[in-house]
């Protein structure tokens, strides 16, 4: 079962992970500096990833996707190599919340496709013919204040910060609770 649309915007194509996505996502995972920015610790091996990849979509209680370009030629997409990774996790359908998680490759990040793929996941998890959800949450480390200020930019309210959590070299780094309500979101303006 394929969880989750393809998502269209300008920029960028959000699509369901693919087994050709392996590659792009080892990269993913050997990037100190999105290691580093997105908290993660755990290192992973070749095989670890590749079946991750493999049954991801399956997976109960989240949403994964793979970024990729949106820009097409004639009528076709010109590429469907994957950049990136973008995830709603932790689906609580009581509640309805979630929680998002996103990384770039290194060579795409600051071009817009984070701000434009963090709103084509918005717009699907509030539509009431999407999710229909009333909250989505997220942790930004102290050290990221990029995506802090992106996600301010776009609507994310802070709501506590989990003081000394990370451990960043020799120092510790701090995890800033942020979280948009689903009357808070404002589509038209956020999408470039
Ligand atoms: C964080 C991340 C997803 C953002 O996506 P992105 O495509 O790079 O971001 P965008 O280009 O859409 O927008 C970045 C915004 O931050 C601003 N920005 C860039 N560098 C910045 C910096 N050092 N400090 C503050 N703001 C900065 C840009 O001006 C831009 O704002 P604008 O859209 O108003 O011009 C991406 O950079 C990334 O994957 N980083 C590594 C992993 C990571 O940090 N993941 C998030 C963990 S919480």
Redesign the pocket.
Known sequence: MVRGPQLLGELARLRPFVDADVERAWDLVQDP??MR??GTSASFTREQIAAWVHDVQERPGRYDWAITSAVQRDGELVSDEMF?EIVLNELDEDARSANL????LPN?????????AIGLVLGYAFAADGLALHRVS????DI????Q??YE?IGFTVEGRLREVYRDGDRWADAIMMSILEHEWEPDGDIV
Do not use: Q, W
Not at 101 to 104: D, M, V
Not at 138 to 141: A, E, F, P, R, S
Not at 144 to 147: I, V
């Open positions: 500096e999105g920015l997105t990136g998680r996103l990384n770039l795409y990040r600051g071009r817009g496709y984070g701000r434009e997220l942790d930004v480390l990221n204040p990029r995506a200020m992106l930019s």
